[in-house]
């Protein structure tokens, strides 16, 4: 099992940064076939081999996530799109 950690700064008002969490899970969501939901200011996800959550800090995103056995060997790729997208919601 592999783990992923990434925090992604941001300029954005928590209410923007709210909003764009949420397209980012709507596109990981298409890719990976994700289920979400919000805690607080913590947006849970999970899916087939993959379990995790996207923190909403003050100036910052926090992704966390634990890859299943098949995920953990793409690694590399989940990790390049889940920053690609952070970068192209959040600035």
Do not use: C, Y
């Amino acid at each position: 099992m592999s783990n992923i950690d990434i925090r992604h700064a941001h300029a954005l008002p928590a209410d923007g940064a709210r909003q764009a969490i949420e397209e980012v899970a709507a596109k990981l969501s298409e890719r990976f076939g994700l289920q979400s939901s919000w805690v607080g200011d913590v947006l849970n996800f999970n899916g087939s081999g993959v379990d995790g959550a996207i923190e909403l800090q003050p100036g910052a995103v926090r992704v966390t996530a634990k890859l299943g056995f098949l995920l953990s060997a793409m690694k590399g790729m989940v990790e390049s799109e889940i920053q690609r997208v952070l970068q192209e919601k959040l600035g």
